[in-house]
């Protein structure tokens, strides 16, 4: 499985048979064009206009955009309610959480997730190898929530998403906050990784990947 960060909280999942599900295509970057995606599956964490979905739609492709459940022979996909703040969405709305399963593995994406979770709905994450999780506070979770919560869902690997970089996103902290809480980190040189090239035999290892270098996808 390949994974590409595509910057803020949109990544590109690229399944070992050459299925693919694009997360999140909110603030993706305007250079990228439908024709480099040619996604089979498109979701979304919260809301978004008719422009953002027929942009990157193709005719087969399925767009989720609640707390549903998806299945069919490559993935299964499951949404649950959450809020991109911590009163109830109240300042900022509702916000989903999927996981997905792909190839034997369990993923989490977290979304613009802006509270910490029940105990209960840290029970329904179990079992996760890879999760992803916004850390840029202000819209989101900020670096020591962040941490709290992932070392609450306990996955194998946690890939940090939504915050300042080089470049953008001024608006969010830089990573900083999040990483001097964790022991275990792995810097990339890209924004991608193969899965093959992981070890699942750890909990709770960094994987901070590289902002975007606009290279074709």
């Given at each position: 499985m390949e994974i590409k960060w595509l910057g803020h909280t949109s990544f590109l999942i690229k399944s070992s048979l050459g299925k693919k599900i694009l997360i999140d295509p909110i603030q993706i970057y305007p250079y990228i064009q439908k024709y480099d995606l040619n996604t089979d599956i498109i979701t979304f964490s919260h809301s978004h206009n008719n422009e953002i979905i027929n942009y990157y739609m193709n005719n087969n492709c399925k767009i989720i955009n609640s707390a549903t459940k998806f299945e069919n022979k490559d993935f299964y996909i499951e949404g649950f309610n959450s809020f991109r703040d911590n009163n109830n969405g109240f300042k900022r709305g509702e916000n989903i959480i999927y996981t997905l399963e792909i190839d034997d593995l369990k993923l989490c994406h977290l979304g613009s997730l802006g509270h910490i979770l029940s105990e209960d709905m840290i029970k329904k994450l179990s079992n996760i190898d890879i999760l992803f999780?916004?850390?840029?506070?202000?819209?989101?979770?900020?670096?020591?929530?962040?941490?709290?919560?992932?070392?609450?869902?306990?996955?194998?690997?946690?890939?940090?998403?939504?915050?300042?970089?080089?470049?953008?996103?001024?608006?969010?902290?830089?990573?900083?906050?999040?990483?001097?809480?964790?022991?275990?980190?792995?810097?990339?040189?890209?924004?991608?990784?193969?899965?093959?090239?992981?070890?699942?035999?750890?909990?709770?290892?960094?994987?901070?990947?590289?902002?975007?270098?606009k290279e074709p996808l």
């Open positions: 999780i916004p850390i840029g506070g202000h819209f989101c979770l900020d670096g020591i929530s962040a941490f709290k919560l992932a070392s609450y869902i306990n996955p194998k690997y946690i890939i940090p998403m939504s915050f300042k970089t080089t470049s953008q996103y001024f608006y969010l902290d830089g990573p900083l906050k999040f990483l001097c809480s964790c022991k275990n980190v792995l810097y990339s040189e890209s924004n991608y990784i193969y899965t093959n090239d992981l070890d699942f035999s750890n909990n709770k290892t960094v994987l901070l990947l590289k902002e975007n270098n």
